[in-house]
């Protein structure tokens, strides 16, 4: 749990959170699962959990880097196959990312984390990615605005699953791979992106993926009078943490 509550206020917005736990590890030890729990989930928007190598840099520990463990409605813990791991190193500090949403009452919230350890090391070792384009700008009334992302790979790896991730103005979110024959393969097509539900997708069958493939992300944007959710359909959106901004950013297991 992080050490103290944080208080959140009433109304207006906020901005992002920041809290670290030492994990006290004083040996390599491997996870199968996490779920992480707020104490008040209803000014919650989403968290994140990074770890801190020792000796890591401040870039290391961010929404690209990949994360740990997340939390956003919809999604609130991360299991995987048997078999599968994610490394959590000696030494290492869980650093939370925490986005509250006011909501009318002031209240507080101390979120806290599970982890299950494996019992012993995997035969895979998990990473996690996250593949964003923070150059986006979605024009004022658009109503099918697109917007694009990628990244190559670089050695041969099996993807387990898929993470979207969009704000109020995302209408919808595609995943393709390139192979290194140019041909295309869909791997993941969300037609209808719901902000308040937010799923993560993860393959029944894992798809490996060789050196030389190249994963692109396409996203649609209404930023249209006819969104019901849109805050503003005259501003031009650009990239930015709060809700009224957007983002275009998928994760990659």
């Not at 048997?82 to 939370?96: R, W």
């Not at 097509?189 to 539900?197: A, H, I, K, S």
């Not at 959710?229 to 983002?247: L, S």
Request: aromatic share 10%.
């Amino acid at each position: 749990q992080i050490e103290k509550a944080i208080d959140v206020k009433a109304t207006g917005q906020m901005p992002y959170k920041r809290a670290s736990v030492e994990t006290e590890l004083t040996e390599d030890r491997w996870v199968s699962a996490v779920e992480i729990r707020p104490t008040d989930p209803s000014v919650v928007h989403h968290v994140l959990v990074f770890v801190k190598k020792p000796g890591s840099r401040p870039r290391d520990v961010d929404e690209e880097a990949g994360f740990f463990a997340a939390y956003v409605p919809g999604n609130t813990f991360q299991e995987y196959p048997k078999g599968f791991a994610k490394k959590l190193p000696a030494g290492s500090t869980l650093v939370f990312q925490l986005h509250y949403t006011p909501n009318g009452v002031a209240t507080s919230d101390q979120t806290r984390i599970g982890i299950r350890f494996a019992e012993g090391p995997p035969s895979h070792m998990i990473r996690n990615t996250g593949i964003a384009n923070h150059r986006i700008q979605i024009p004022p009334g658009a109503s099918h605005h697109r917007e694009e992302a990628s990244q190559n790979v670089d050695t041969a790896v099996r993807l387990l699953s898929f993470m979207p991730h969009m704000h109020l103005r995302g209408k919808s979110f595609r995943y393709e791979v390139v192979l290194p024959d140019e041909s295309r393969r869909t791997l993941l097509e969300v037609p209808r992106y719901d902000f308040n539900w937010q799923l993560e997708y993860r393959l029944s069958q894992p798809l490996d993926l060789p050196a030389g493939s190249r994963i692109e992300l396409t996203g649609w944007y209404d930023n249209s009078s006819q969104n019901p959710a849109n805050p503003d359909p005259d501003e031009t959106v650009r990239w930015g943490p709060q809700t009224n901004d957007e983002m275009m950013l998928g994760y990659v297991e």
